[in-house]
């Protein structure tokens, strides 16, 4: 069985285009990240700045507490909010980048059948046994991928219904 140079190249494009895909979404993903950080912290010294200067103003220690007070719920409010933007945005990666790993292996999946299909074609009289034994591992890895995918599916649903309960009851 002999692979020509185009198949080589096609091969390493892919892979190339494949691992800047993956680079790329990280990247985008660290990205917002950081412009939510610099947003949130920009916010907090702003909030803090103002509560201290209403904390300062207050004319008896009564109206400094509740000053305090005030100041609490909207704080608890914006991490709350924090924490949701923080989980939606690698929630959102993970999708991408779970969609990415099932189409490069739904690729790798034809390269393979394609291989094996060459190869069952140009083999030797009586080695259909080992060519029936890579299709069955074939077979099996499939399986086990498509199983795999399956509980990380579930796992990741389940995970996303506790958070979205979680945060019902932050508010």
């Known amino acids: 069985?002999?692979?020509?140079?185009?198949?080589?190249?096609?091969?390493?494009?892919?892979?190339?285009?494949?691992?800047?895909?993956?680079?790329?979404?990280?990247?985008?993903?660290?990205?917002?990240?950081?412009?939510?950080?610099?947003?949130?912290?920009?916010?907090?010294?702003e909030d803090t700045a103002s509560?201290?200067?209403?904390?300062?103003?207050?004319?008896?220690?009564q109206a400094a507490l509740a000053a305090q007070k005030a100041l609490a719920q909207p704080?608890?409010?914006k991490a709350v909010?924090?924490?949701?933007?923080v989980y939606e945005i690698s929630s959102q990666t993970q999708q991408?980048?779970?969609?990415m790993v099932e189409a490069q292996f739904g690729e790798f999946q034809k390269s393979i059948a394609n291989m094996v299909d060459?190869?069952?074609?140009s083999a030797p009289a009586g080695s259909e046994g080992a060519v029936a034994a890579v299709q069955s591992a074939i077979a099996a890895a499939n399986s086990?991928?498509?199983?795999?995918?399956a509980i990380a599916k579930q796992f990741s649903d389940a995970a996303q219904k506790n958070i979205a309960?979680?945060?019902?009851?932050?508010?």
């Open 51 to 61: 509560g201290v200067k209403t904390v300062l103003e207050a004319k008896d220690p």
């Open 75 to 77: 704080a608890v409010e």
């Open 144 to 149: 086990a991928f498509g199983n795999m995918n």
């Open 81 to 85: 909010a924090y924490s949701r933007s």
């Open 118 to 121: 060459l190869a069952a074609k």
């Open 1 to 45: 069985m002999s692979i020509n140079t185009e198949q080589f190249a096609a091969a390493n494009k892919a892979t190339v285009d494949s691992l800047l895909s993956v680079a790329n979404t990280a990247l985008a993903s660290a990205e917002r990240i950081a412009a939510l950080n610099l947003n949130t912290a920009r916010a907090a010294l």
């Open 96 to 99: 991408e980048l779970a969609k």
């Open 165 to 171: 309960a979680a945060m019902k009851q932050g508010k």
